[in-house]
């Protein structure tokens, strides 16, 4: 059974930095392209990175280049994404996402406020 399981987020000021992490079980995690996506409120699904399963390849959304990375570690089956140079406009619930069935977790929720 395919679990994602999101956790780190929680209230940051902007400027500051954040770094969520993603455990993934029940399938071949170092055999699939990750990806993080979020929801910010009333809002739809917004794709932010991606990574392929060696971690060789990554890519990013424009609203995130340069301030955001994600990383993996296949050894600990975890997906990670650092987040620098927060935003207001990155508050939102962040998902992450198994590419070739869109699967994703829960979801933890990044609030960016003063």
């Known amino acids: 059974q395919v679990q994602l399981v999101e956790s780190g987020g929680g209230l940051v000021q902007p400027g500051g930095s954040l770094r969520l992490s993603c455990a993934a079980s029940?399938?071949?995690?170092?055999?699939?392209?990750m990806s993080w996506v979020r929801q910010a409120p009333g809002k739809g699904l917004e794709w932010v990175l991606a990574?392929?399963?060696?971690?060789?390849?990554?890519s990013y959304a424009a609203s995130v280049k340069g301030r955001f990375t994600i990383s993996r570690d296949n050894a600990k089956n975890t997906l990670y994404l650092q987040m620098n140079s927060l935003k207001h406009e990155d508050t939102a619930v962040y998902f992450c996402?198994?590419?070739?069935?869109?699967?994703r977790g829960q979801g933890t929720q990044v609030t960016v406020s003063s």
């Open positions: 990574i392929t399963r060696g971690g060789d390849s990554t």
């Open positions: 996402r198994k590419e070739d069935d869109g699967r």
């Open positions: 029940g399938f071949p995690f170092s055999r699939y392209t």
